[in-house]
């Protein structure tokens, strides 16, 4: 692997370390998210307990750690493998960030971000994928887990690079074992819904 292809991977991992949602707790006075409800430093946890404006800056910041790494990986003329594998550096860094003890988020939107980077296309069927089924269901963690199954067969379709599928699929495999408690209070029937009184205060 080039010098250029490595360093642009060491950079994604250590900007994916930023947490997002600690810092914007951190700069508007709020509680930190790692001490409340779910535990998790992500938009969908500070929504619950810093409010809508926090989660936005937090949903934006935790997107662009993801496209960001991507897109100069393209426009320093990078293959389309080693931009997928600086996608998957940066969504290491939110999941295991080494400024943070190697505890993050689960990396649902830093994944959006990275598909974002790689096709605008591909990108825009996984967001269409979780819009439709927040909308049918309203409940986060089911829009994620079915957006990200969903994710490698687009990426395929769109791409056809299957080295690129392969990155994805370990990104979205991922993407589901941190979602493994959610899983368990789907199947229990608990996990907690958009817009309810009781999750979003």
């Not at 508007?28 to 810093?50: C, E, F, K, Q």
């Not at 439709?132 to 269901?137: E, G, S």
Request: overall charge positive.
């Amino acid at each position: 692997m080039h010098t250029l292809s490595v360093l642009l991977i060491g950079f994604a991992y250590l900007l994916g370390s930023v947490s997002t949602a600690v810092l914007t707790c951190r700069l508007m006075g709020l509680p930190d998210p790692r001490t409340l409800g779910s535990g998790n430093p992500g938009a969908t946890n500070v929504l619950r307990h810093g409010g809508k404006k926090a989660a936005l800056i937090t949903l934006l910041g935790d997107m662009l750690k993801g496209l960001v790494p991507v897109l100069l990986a393209k426009a320093l003329g990078a293959s389309l493998l080693v931009q997928a594998l600086v996608g998957l550096a940066a969504f290491l860094g939110h999941l295991y960030p080494v400024f943070f003890g190697f505890k993050g988020g689960k990396g649902v939107a830093t994944t959006l971000g990275v598909l974002l980077g790689l096709s605008g296309w591909l990108g825009l069927a996984v967001l269409g994928t979780w819009l439709a089924m927040a909308a049918l269901f309203r409940i986060s963690s089911l829009s994620a887990l079915t957006a990200s199954v969903l994710a490698p067969l687009y990426c395929q379709l769109l791409l056809g690079e299957w080295r690129v599928t392969v990155v994805i699929t370990l990104i979205a495999a991922l993407l589901i074992w941190r979602h493994r408690s959610n899983i368990r209070n789907l199947i229990q029937g608990t996990e907690d819904r958009i817009g309810d009184p009781e999750a979003n205060p």
